[in-house]
């Protein structure tokens, strides 16, 4: 199976979102205090990956990549 960039972009961005999701639980669970830019960036990854998921089915829907 052969990925698109995009398609590797989106997979990269999910696994690192999980990675700092994973991160922030585990730190919280510990008691470590957390960094004020964490869920920022857990935010920001996840604002990205919604993008990339509405960008592909409008693509779909349309008959363009992926159609």
Do not use: H, K
Not at 20 to 38: C, K, N, Y
């Amino acid at each position: 199976m052969s990925l698109t960039q995009s398609e590797r972009l989106s997979v990269l961005a999910c696994v690192t979102g999980l990675a700092l999701v994973s991160i922030f639980f585990f730190g919280a669970w510990m008691g470590v205090a957390q960094p004020d830019w964490l869920p920022m960036v857990i935010t920001a990854i996840a604002g990205f990956e919604i993008y990339m998921v509405v960008d592909a089915m409008r693509r779909r829907r349309d008959g363009g990549v992926n159609g």
